[in-house]
């Protein structure tokens, strides 16, 4: 891990960037699209925004462990699963037991 520390600057520039993505959502929920766009474009952006906060204010952009950014997509296969497809079968087992 590297000594890097940003500066004051730097992070009042990254917390701007951060408001200004949260004015556009608002600007976005305000205009009332259709209720698919909505949710495309304020999950886009919500992800942005965690992106910037964990690499920014969390410091992971300066690790450089392999190990660490390896498991990032692994976790994100495990949410997805967990969220989409894990549930579907412990339903489905219900059912058959219903049966």
Known sequence: MSNHVPGM??????????????GLEVVLALQHPPVRVLLVYLLGL???????????FMHL???????????????????????HVWPDAYRMARLSLLK
């Open 46 to 56: 919500a992800i942005i925004e965690a992106g910037i906060g964990v690499l920014f």
């Open 61 to 83: 952009k300066y690790e450089n462990s392999r190990l660490f950014w390896s498991l990032v997509p692994i976790v994100i296969f495990v949410l997805f699963m967990m969220n």
């Open 9 to 22: 600057k730097f992070n009042i520039g990254i917390w701007v960037i951060l408001l200004v993505i949260v």
